[in-house]
């Protein structure tokens, strides 16, 4: 029961994944063919909404669901590492037809073939949390 929140907030997000088309691998072909402005329209409102939260949270000082303060430490600002990192995420995304937030609400909306992306993307997490030591960060 303690965690319910979190499931209440995963439904939501997935029904306004559904709703938005945001999950649609068309919509997502779309974008990276240039051809719509509909899903650059979701990705700089989810942006917006993050700059907006990140400043609230460091303004407020709100803490985590656990009574722990946020912490923002910066990073070291590497090209390199947001290049390959973006160049992955990217090829991923393009070949999946979505990226990690839909790919689970597609297997809810009845896409079972998401299953292996989900699959695969659970694998590539696991092996970065093995080699993440010997990655430049």
Sequence with gaps: MKFIKF???????????????????????EM????????????GTA????????????????????GNPIQFVPKDKGFWRYLIGGTIFGLGWALSG???????????????????????ASVGTYLYGVFQSKLPH
């Design 7 to 29: 499931l209440v907030v995963g439904v939501l997000f997935g029904i306004v994944m559904a709703k938005s088309q945001a999950l649609s691998w068309y919509r997502i072909q």
């Design 32 to 43: 990276f063919r240039f051809q719509s402005f509909h899903m650059y329209g979701i990705i």
């Design 47 to 66: 942006v917006m909404l993050g700059v907006i939260g990140t400043a609230l949270i460091k303004f407020k000082k709100w803490k985590d669901y656990q």
């Design 98 to 120: 979505a990226c990690p937030g839909p790919m689970v609400v597609n297997i809810g909306y009845g896409y079972l073939s998401f299953i292996v992306v989900v699959f695969f």
